[in-house]
C-alpha cells in the first residue's frame, strides 16, 4: 500500500490490480454488492481489451478500511488476478519460462503471429520462445502440422479437434516444454469464434472462446486470452 499525496495536500492510499479472464460487464455485475460492503473505498475500473486495471483508493484516515478491502478485494477476484503491480501479462509468462527452465513454441492460424511476438516484446525473451509458425491455410496446416484434412472436413478448422492435433504436430516439431496453437474466424458469420490449445509438458487442454470487436480486436482478446490461460497453467505446474 503506497500513500501519495494529491494536489491539494492530502494524504491518499492507493493500490491496484491487473484483472484478466472475465469480461468487464460480468465482473461489474459480480462488484455491486462488494462495493455496497466497502463505502470508504474507491474502486474504479480502466478498461483495456481483454483485460482491466482496477485502482483502489481511499483517505489515509480510513486505513484500516482501506487494508480491509485490499484483502477481500484479492480474496473476491482470486485467480482473475495476474498482477498488483504494472507489469504485462507476456512480462509474467516470460518470467515463469525463465524461473522453471522452459521453452515456448506456437502455431497461430488467426492471431497471425501475435502470441509469439508478443512475447517477443519482453526482454530475456530469447532464452524462451523456441519456434513460431503461422500455419494460415488447411493445406499448410496439413502440411506443416499433421493436420488431417478428414478433421477439418469433419468438425471445421475452428475446432478444438482441429486445434488439439496442431498442438500435437507443433510438439512432435519442436519438442517444446510449452506449446501453443490456435484457429479462428476473424470475420465472417462466425467472426469472433476462437479454438486454441495447450500443452505444457504432459498437461493439454482446448479452448473454446468468442470475443468481440472488429479483426485485430479479436486477434488481441485472443491473445491476451490465452497468455492469461497460459499463465494458470504455468501456475499450476
Request: charged share 25%; glycine share 6%.
Amino acid at each position: 500500500v503506497i500513500p501519495y499525496l494529491k494536489s491539494k495536500g492530502k494524504a491518499k492510499l492507493y493500490k491496484q490490480f491487473t484483472i484478466m479472464g472475465e469480461g468487464e460487464s460480468s465482473i461489474e455485475n459480480r462488484l455491486i454488492p462488494f462495493l455496497q460492503n466497502h463505502p470508504y473505498v474507491s474502486i474504479c475500473p480502466y478498461c483495456s481489451p481483454a483485460k482491466i486495471r482496477y485502482q483502489l483508493t481511499a483517505d489515509i484516515e480510513y486505513e484500516k478500511e482501506f487494508n480491509e478491502t485490499v484483502k477481500d478485494f484479492r480474496d473476491f477476484m482470486g485467480k482473475l488476478i495476474v498482477s498488483e503491480e504494472d507489469v504485462e501479462i507476456e512480462e509474467i509468462i516470460v518470467k515463469e519460462l525463465l524461473n522453471k527452465n522452459y521453452t515456448i513454441s506456437t502455431a497461430e492460424s488467426v492471431t497471425g503471429g501475435m502470441i509469439a511476438s508478443t512475447i517477443i516484446n519482453v526482454n530475456g525473451s530469447s532464452e524462451v520462445i523456441k519456434e513460431s509458425y503461422v500455419p494460415y491455410s488447411n493445406e499448410v496446416k496439413n502440411k506443416l502440422l499433421n493436420v488431417s484434412f478428414d478433421t477439418i472436413n469433419k468438425y471445421d478448422v475452428v475446432s478444438e479437434q482441429v486445434v488439439l492435433e496442431m498442438v500435437t504436430g507443433l510438439y512432435s516439431k519442436t519438442l517444446s516444454n510449452v506449446c501453443i496453437a490456435v484457429s479462428g474466424y476473424a470475420t465472417g458469420e462466425e467472426a469472433g469464434k476462437v479454438c486454441f490449445a495447450i500443452k505444457v509438458n504432459d498437461k493439454l487442454r482446448t479452448y473454446t472462446q468468442s470475443f468481440r470487436g472488429n479483426r485485430n480486436l479479436i486477434r488481441l482478446r485472443a491473445t491476451r486470452r490465452i497468455l492469461y490461460e497460459l499463465h494458470l497453467l504455468l501456475s499450476e505446474d
